[in-house]
């Protein structure tokens, strides 16, 4: 409080999106003029997902409530994804049990990254995936496999497919299209990490 007067019934109030729960809002408190104090709260996340923790501090000051409404915190999927490796064998074994399967589109353009193998490795390296099996050499055309897990033990597979379009054909540097197709056992984690993928990828189409 770097007021001159003092603030009362000061309290933190949390709301959330995603597969987030809020376990425990601290009490309220009043705060002396030019005063400070720690507010800590328990938020749970539940699963693999992309979400978003609102809250608001609310007090009264000279007999008024006011309130400030405080910026979103935002839960990112790839926090809770970490690398792990796996063989090919087991790879193409286990690809047919993980039910939830999401397709992405892959279409970017080659001022921005330049071959199949810089948007391969772009992929890895910002979606926290490990090669599986021997890194696929560039070329005209890349297929590859990713692989990895969450904190909460979840699966991760993605089966990667690009191809280089002619020098030009598009009026300008060419682009590569293809897709990826991303299975997990549970429909959060693929549908978070696919929109991810978009997400990471939107800068590169123009």
């Not at 770097?2 to 019934?9: G, H, M």
């Not at 007090?59 to 994804?81: K, W």
């Not at 979606?127 to 496999?145: E, F, H, I, W």
């Amino acid at each position: 409080n770097q007021l001159d007067e003092p603030l009362n019934d000061v309290t933190l109030d949390l709301a959330v999106s995603g597969d987030l729960k809020v376990i425990d809002n601290p009490p309220s408190c009043s705060f002396s003029p030019m005063s400070f104090a720690t507010l800590k709260a328990v938020v749970k996340v539940c699963s693999t997902c992309n979400g978003s923790i609102y809250g608001s501090i609310n007090y009264v000051m000279a007999g008024e409530e006011q309130s400030v409404v405080l910026l979103p915190i935002v839960v990112d999927v790839l926090d809770f994804v970490k690398p792990e490796t796996i063989t090919d064998a087991s790879f193409r074994t286990l690809w047919t049990l993980l039910e939830w399967e999401n397709k992405i589109n892959v279409d970017v353009s080659r001022s921005k990254l330049s071959s199949c193998a810089q948007v391969f490795s772009f992929l890895c390296d910002k979606m926290k995936l490990a090669v599986t099996g021997q890194r696929p050499s560039d070329a005209d055309y890349l297929a590859g496999n990713l692989y990895a897990k969450t904190i909460f033990g979840e699966e991760v597979r993605v089966n990667v497919c690009l191809e280089k379009d002619v020098d030009g054909a598009d009026g300008g540097q060419g682009r590569i299209t293809g897709h990826l197709r991303l299975r997990s056992r549970s429909q959060g984690v693929a549908v978070s990490l696919g929109d991810r993928i978009l997400s990471l990828l939107k800068p590169f189409k123009a």
